[in-house]
Nanobody, 128 residues
């Protein structure tokens, strides 16, 4: 059974940086077909932030985070990361890591959270 555990969230000032981690257990991250970070602010729907195909290393980003966020994975640590730079107050949200064995396009991965079967519990990011 695949389990995901996020960490690294917290309060940060606007313009600052954070790195979120998603530790994967029950499967090798390199054998998954898609990993992603989503976020959800109060009163808003879940939004795709960044997608990584762990096999091809192809990445894809939402327009609001492009050129500021970077998704990556470390196979030796079985972990997926989200490096967030130049943070803005509108980045404030609960951030969730998702993983899937389903083969999907980057656009599908970013826009269709229901394609992800495995989720972490989330980590809160607050930018002020």
């Amino acid at each position: 059974h695949v389990q995901l555990v996020e960490s690294g969230g917290g309060p940060v000032q606007a313009g600052g940086s954070l790195r979120l981690s998603c530790a994967v257990s029950g499967a090798s991250v390199s054998n998954l077909n898609s990993t992603a970070w989503f976020r959800q602010a109060p009163g808003k729907s879940r939004e795709g932030v960044a997608v990584l195909n762990p096999k091809t290393l192809i990445t894809y980003y939402g327009d609001s985070v492009k050129d500021r966020f970077t998704i990556s994975r470390d196979g030796t640590k079985n972990t997926v990361y989200l490096q967030m730079n130049k943070l803005k107050p509108e980045d404030t949200a609960m951030y969730y890591c998702g993983a899937s064995r389903v083969i999907m396009t980057p656009t599908q991965a970013l826009t269709t959270s229901s394609l992800f079967r495995f989720w972490g519990q989330g980590t809160q990011v607050t930018v002020s």
